[in-house]
């Protein structure tokens, strides 16, 4: 079956940068699916941070934008996160996600990686 | 920006029927799913397209909306459905969740 998988450094120090790949298997990113991430601070709910399609186009959370860039790399099926600017509020599970897309306007998560903890701390 | 409204916490009896609710403004006019999170696991996609199960999903689940309102239904719900409940639709081609329901099976 499909499966996503999370990877990146545990602990960055605030004012930092943060970068996460995601490495996707049994499928491939360069179809009709966009791949998303999403982050939970410990104790709360799921905020979502961005999507990509596998040409390079990209949907952000409005809240986050100027501090995200996401990529993809198709030769490696895996797609990646850089966030800038860190503080302790950036603390969180950290998911990648694919998202199956209904109608250009709408689309669900069916499949989630089992996420990477991120500790914002010097 | 856009809002989806959950109650925070639900309590229910062993075999009984839950209903979470989320609401939001023009949700008639968007689809909703549904995820499902137990503690210290990932997500996972219950319901989709407002009232779709993916295979997997048991049939107690099931999705409705009417108007601006959406619900996920518990029928005769099991002690293994204690878990944490999230709405997500879609607006202006950005994702937003629900704060989340915790579903307590009593």
């Known amino acids: 079956q499909v499966q996503l998988q999370e990877s990146g450094p545990g602990l960055v120090k605030p004012s930092g940068t943060l970068s996460l790949t995601c490495s996707v298997s049994n499928d491939s990113i360069d179809t009709s699916n966009w791949w998303s991430w999403v982050r939970q601070p410990p104790g709360k709910g799921l905020e979502w941070i961005g999507e990509?399609?596998?040409?390079?186009?990209?949907n952000y959370n409005p809240s986050l934008k100027s501090r995200v860039t996401m990529s993809a790399d198709k030769s490696k099926n895996q797609f990646s996160l850089r966030l800038t600017s860190l503080t302790a509020a950036d603390t969180a599970v950290y998911y990648c996600?694919?998202?199956?897309?209904?109608?250009?306007?709408?689309?669900?998560?069916?499949?989630w990686g089992k996420g990477t903890t991120v500790t914002v701390s010097s | 920006s856009y809002e989806l409204t959950q109650p925070p916490s639900v309590s229910v009896s062993p075999r009984q029927t839950a209903s979470i609710t989320c609401s939001g403004e023009t949700l008639e006019n968007k689809y909703i799913c549904w995820y499902q999170q137990k503690p210290g696991h990932s997500p996972v996609l219950v319901i989709y397209?407002?009232?779709k199960r993916p295979s997997g999903t048991p049939e107690r689940f099931s999705g409705s909306k009417s108007g601006n309102t959406a619900s996920l239904t518990i029928s005769g719900t099991q002690a293994m459905d204690e878990a944490d409940y999230y709405c997500q639709a879609w607006d202006s081609s950005t994702v937003v969740f629900g704060g989340g329901t915790r579903l307590t099976v009593l």
């Open positions: 397209q407002d009232d």
């Open positions: 996600a694919r998202v199956v897309v209904v109608l250009t306007t709408s689309g669900f998560m069916d499949v």
């Open positions: 990509i399609y596998h040409s390079g186009v990209t």
